[in-house]
């Protein structure tokens, strides 16, 4: 008989978790809104809001720890990431930053100016707000097979080169300095971007003498699909997969807290001196002196080690096989959900489960908040509250799509967790029936509302 999978680790560390009542979670839901970023850690029982600085660190990171060097100038831990990121990335020059979205803040003062076009395969939203911030416009290209959740598509997060055309062919061409290509495309799903992709968005950027930025979250998870997915590339070791990637960018965004698998940090790394010296003076002002950007010298040491550890096959083949495990189990159950399943995340189709909530009482918020009531999991809308309104006209935007994304933190779940979360799902699947309404906004910030929105039930 053939071994079935199981995890490439042991666990050596755990925190304990705490169940609740039906009635406790009604309460704690009302007092916060109904936007479960107000809840608190201890009224959640399996938190799915990110897989963002939620992971656990390997032993040799907390090792990596006690090693960090808090020199405010020219620490070792500096140069054990600027190290990894030549040999993993290939990049030259870096910058630390606290986040991802710092790297995009630093980056984009260098490179946004009013009035710009961004195109690029669904900007995230931190990305997005960043651009529009400065007045700059995002456009998004992804190819329209990621719009139908049913499909399946290997690389549902690919970038359509035909919108990019078409980018051009309508706008002021001097006002397109960079494409931005996400990977994997969180907002569509965690859908990957294939290699021939990578190639062709390359090309054209090349044609128009433009910049191509990859925002690289998930860039480790990306490779992972590509190893397994796209036709030549199945001998090839994820480090590889990885080095060949970036050789179709001129610089990278990173959020550490994803595939880097630490707790917090970030960074931005490029080919170009000049880019970077511009940078630098953002760098300084925003985040933090040259070697250290925003982050302790523990956390670039961990973040070295992390990079490392993350684009091992083993690692990415347990990670990404537990996502499938509970989107397996969703589509057991015919809960309709996005296809394939993503690398970081199973994404819930909210429009399809719950039919009969219109788009203006966002059933994506109000499927997040049923399954929060029925087992104290906290996942997270990506749907008409995340897209916000329209920076000019200040209407509400309706996406294609509207999700409950179930995001699964690096190597902190067992598949235990994975099946209470798919049964919880199924139940408020078999009561949709009797869930007739749903949220309307009381409160909402001008920009990047979802963090903070008040909601009412209707
Ligand atoms: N880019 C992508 C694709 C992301 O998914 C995120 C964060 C960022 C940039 C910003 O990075 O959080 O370190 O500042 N995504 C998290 C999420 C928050 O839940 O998907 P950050």
Redesign the pocket.
Known sequence: MELPFSESYRIKMVAPIKKSTRQEREAWIKAANYNLFNLKSDQVFIDLL???GTGAMSEQQWAELMLGDESYAGASSYYKMKTAIKNILGFDYFLPTH????A?NVLFSVLVEAGDIVPGNSH?D??KGHIEFRKAKAIDCTIDEAFHTELEYPFKGNVDIKKLQKVFDENDASKIKFFIV?ITN?TSGGQPVSMENLRAVRKFADEKEVMVVI?S??FAENAYFIKTREKGYENKSIKEIVAEMYTYADAM?M?S??DAIVNMG?FIAMRDKELFDKASTFNIMFEGYLTYGGMSGRDMNALAQGLDEGTEFDYLETRIKQVEYLGNRLIEFGIPIQKPIGGHAVFIDAKRMLPSIPKEEFPAQTLAIELYLEAGIRG?EIGAILADRDPVTRENRYPDLELVRL?IPRRTYTNNHMDVIAVAVKNVFDRKDQIKKGVKIIKEAPIMRHFTVALERL
């Open positions: 990110t897989d963002s986040q991802g979205r710092a995009e995230f931190t990305t996400t969180n925002d979250a998930r965004t959020s807290k994803k970030g997270v995001a």
